[in-house]
């Protein structure tokens, strides 16, 4: 029986650990933790003041489409829709920009990282899901964004 318990705990943990590192997610769907900084400015990837957690901008692939749906997750905001894309799968997309696109943090996906837009010029700064957590909590590590 403690050997039964013991699988289950490290089942339990393992199946959290990969979810905090976004490695299990839901099939066709991708989030994106955008940062923000406060009281400062970014340098690059780095934030002079203190870096807090912003949206969570989630995307699903609609692959037989050619289409990929966007909102802000817990949001108010109206969901948006990219029309015209290249899809390999839910981690390796590309959306061709029309006047009606969304306005969003990216419209094309590499390997499940977004991929800063340099027509928009609006810049990118994201974090991996455990990291937007603990800023979400007001836990702070350090001032560098990226995945």
């Keep these: ?7 289950l705990v490290g089942m339990a943990l393992l199946a959290s650990i990969l979810w905090l590192g976004d490695k299990i997610t839901l099939q066709g769907e991708r989030t994106v933790y955008t940062v923000d900084c406060q009281q400062g ?6 934030c002079n003041g203190r870096m807090v957690a912003a949206h969570r901008v989630r995307f699903r692939i609609l692959k037989a ?7 802000n997750a817990g949001g108010s905001e109206t969901s948006g829709k990219f029309t015209d894309c290249e899809i390999k799968d ?21 390997h499940g990282q977004p991929i800063p837009d340099p027509v928009s010029g609006k810049p990118l700064h994201t974090v991996a899901k455990w990291h937007w957590w603990l800023l ?12």
């Design 1 to 7: 029986m403690r050997f039964l318990i013991f699988i």
């Design 41 to 46: 400015s970014w340098q690059g990837q780095r």
């Design 65 to 71: 489409h050619r289409e990929v749906l966007v909102w």
């Design 90 to 110: 839910g981690r390796n997309w590309k959306c061709q920009l029309h006047p009606d696109a969304p306005s969003t943090v990216t419209h094309q996906m590499v």
């Design 136 to 147: 979400r909590w007001g836990l702070s590590l350090g001032h560098e964004a990226g995945p």
